[in-house]
């Protein structure tokens, strides 16, 4: 059985039409791109950067955080490697970062909320992900989008950093993508307007089936309601990649629903172009595909 899977390691995975199918890793430390690549993944879908500003008594600096994008670019070399900015609120929280007592956490101040309303701390790790971009294939996403102005809003702080970088000196990359995650129902049933400004979209099924189905996805007593495979999912789903199609834009999945073996041939027909898991997931993932 794992000697079966290990030939898959250097395999790529095609539909029917002949389109490459990205079978990628999530990561949250720079380390576990090596666990990537063993696992045979054709990149990284989700850099998870908030496990960088835990443990710890102070963010890291933009020197530090530099230095760990470059380690997982150089690492991946010419494979795409997806970052998403500081996604912290929710269930993280960080004990130098006091955040606002909330009744619903999961609705309140965190991702791009905080980002956008802190941007001091944004632009340490903007400028990190701009400096490092030459050694590698980077793309940039958003978590929490809601609407099309906070994309902008976040493009905004990019273009102040790039504006720093330019009188500095400091190299950047041109060639960045940038994208955000469809995790907030609203941002799905738009997808075809939001397809027209974004380089691609990246779906997180975790969010996304907890705020569709109004199931906290921590709770184990309504744990019954959050459920993949509900119809209104997959609707939302279809849409999503529909609308990015419909302007030549790519979709991903990092999700833990990506790696699902009963979701993974209904994301392959509804056309999903990157899907992103465990790196211990992956190999399974691209047989599951093989011989869909
Ligand atoms: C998601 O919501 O599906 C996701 C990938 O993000 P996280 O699990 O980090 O919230
Ligand atoms: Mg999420």
New binding site residues.
């Given amino acids: 059985e794992k000697e079966e899977l290990k030939k898959l390691l250097n395999v790529k995975v095609v539909d029917k039409s002949g389109k490459h199918i990205e079978v990628c890793g999530?990561i949250g430390k720079p380390k576990d791109a090596d666990q990537v690549l063993e696992n045979g993944g054709d990149g990284v879908g989700?850099f998870?950067t908030?496990f960088l500003y835990m443990d710890r008594d102070a963010a890291p600096t933009e020197e530090e955080q530099f230095e760990a994008y470059k380690y997982v670019l150089e690492t991946m070399k010419d494979k795409k490697v997806v970052i998403?900015t500081l996604?912290i609120g929710?269930d993280k929280t960080l004990p130098y970062l006091p955040l606002p007592e909330e009744m619903n956490p999961f609705l309140g101040y965190r991702a791009i909320r905080l980002c956008l309303d802190q941007t001091g701390i944004f632009k340490v790790q903007l400028r990190a992900l701009l400096r490092a971009s030459v050694y590698g294939k980077l793309a940039v996403m958003f978590?929490m989008i809601s609407g099309i102005e906070e994309f902008e809003q976040a493009k905004a702080v990019v273009d102040e950093c790039k504006k720093e970088l330019d009188t500095e000196g400091i190299a950047y990359s041109n060639e960045i993508e940038w994208g955000i995650?469809i995790?907030i129902p609203a941002a799905a049933v738009m997808a075809d307007e939001l397809a027209k400004y974004v380089d691609f979209f990246?779906?997180?099924?975790?969010?996304?089936i907890q705020y569709t189905l109004a199931a906290d996805r921590m709770s184990e007593k309504v744990s019954y309601l959050y459920n993949p495979m509900h119809p209104a999912v997959l609707r939302l789903i279809k849409m999503t990649i529909e609308g990015a199609h419909k302007h030549g834009k790519w979709v991903g999945m990092?999700?833990?629903?990506a790696g699902d073996e009963a979701a993974i041939p209904t994301l392959l027909e509804y056309g999903l172009d990157e899907f992103s898991m465990s790196a211990t997931s992956i190999l399974n993932a691209k047989k599951i595909l093989m011989n869909h």
């Fill in positions: 999530n989700l998870r908030e998403r996604d929710g978590p995650m995790e990246s779906i997180g099924t975790n969010d996304l990092c999700g833990e629903m």
